[in-house]
């Protein structure tokens, strides 16, 4: 047996006093000179009168007097900063239940997160609101969506920002981050925290020129353009909420429900996207052919019908170790849809 010695102590002093040296920092309460120890009779005699809570208000109290440290929640941006809040050898060993969502998440190898970090930072532009204990382990993650168009109705598009789906350690963490992502000035996040309720959100601050006030629950669409900085590697992550990959008027756009010009979907364990449709590397429209690259007016317009089949007009040329048709280039070069065509292709390849 190993004996451990607990020390109660609660903070001692009135925070919101004007006098209050330290009144508006957040660190305060924990300041050794703020706080008192108490006799373990005490404690419990205070136990023995509590009023009467909530269980999520009891729940949360047990998930988190079982972490034995401060936590600190801070937005980042960067890829290094994705990297390490997603991979598994980061987290923090002491989790409240043994079904983690953190550790359980899908994306904690480190394959998958170096290409979700490389996705998130060049082709999503998001950001990450991170928990982290003392020791710098990683205790919580949601990712940041601040470039979001909410679709009040077909004609009427209204900036937004989103907290995404929360995977945490500790069921208090998760209300940390929420609360976090309010005093940031984020205007939603997820209502149920999971993968399936994608267009049911709350309201966590005002939307200016909406009635909605902050806790309001609603049913919106949501959009967000990409790439919002330049093309990643390869692969896609799995992705809560913004899981459908849409090509409208040229333009690549995620969003969190399917429809006629989705092509792909980001829902694959495996680290890249599942195809739903295929886009024609010389004019960028969506067709239905698995046999064929072209759709069927470019099929028409270069192919020609022989004996033996159809054959390919014109001549070759080689791009990065491969051949492919020459009216695909001008001057050497993608003509601009056969380069989102290969672009698009990545999404494909984990």
């Known amino acids: 047996f190993k004996k451990i010695r607990i020390v109660f102590t609660a903070c001692s002093k009135d925070l919101a006093h004007p006098s209050f040296p330290d009144r508006n920092n957040p660190q305060a309460p924990w300041f050794p000179e703020n706080r008192t120890d108490l006799e373990p009779s005490t404690f419990v005699e205070l136990f023995r009168n509590l009023p009467k809570y909530s269980p999520d208000e009891i729940n949360y109290f047990c998930s988190a007097l079982s972490l034995d440290s401060k936590v600190t929640v801070r937005l980042h941006e960067s890829m290094n900063d994705f990297m390490e809040a997603y991979l598994e050898s980061n987290y923090s060993p002491i989790a409240d239940s043994d079904t983690s969502s953190l550790h359980s998440s899908c994306m904690r190898y480190e394959d998958k997160a170096r290409n979700a970090a490389d996705f998130y930072t060049n ?101 967000v353009k990409v790439p919002a900085c330049r093309w990643h590697k390869k692969g896609v992550p799995y992705l809560d909420t913004f899981y459908s990959l849409h090509l409208t008027d040229g333009n690549l756009e995620l969003r969190n429900t399917e429809g006629d010009t989705s092509i792909a979907t980001c829902r694959s364990t495996e680290g890249r996207a599942n195809r739903r449709k295929y886009v024609c590397p010389k004019c960028g429209k969506i067709h239905s052919f698995p046999d064929t690259a072209f759709c069927k007016n470019c099929q028409d317009m270069f192919y020609i019908s022989t004996v033996f089949g159809k054959v390919l007009k014109g001549t070759s040329a080689e791009y990065k170790g491969k051949k492919y048709p020459s009216f695909l280039f001008k001057k050497g070069r993608p003509v601009p849809e056969f380069r989102r065509y290969l672009q698009i292709e990545k999404l494909f390849i984990s």
């Open 123 to 223: 082709f999503a532009g998001a950001k990450i609101l991170v928990a982290r204990d003392e020791s710098n382990n990683i205790l919580g993650r949601a990712v940041v969506w601040n470039e979001v168009i909410l679709w009040k109705s077909i004609n009427t598009p209204i900036a937004a920002s989103l907290l995404d789906r929360i995977y945490s350690s500790h069921a208090f963490v998760a209300e940390l981050i929420r609360k976090q992502a309010q005093e940031a000035g984020i205007l939603l996040r997820r209502r149920y925290n999971d993968y399936t309720h994608t267009t049911d959100f709350t309201v966590l601050n005002p939307i200016e020129g909406q009635e909605w006030a902050a806790g309001d629950n609603i049913q919106v669409s949501l959009t």
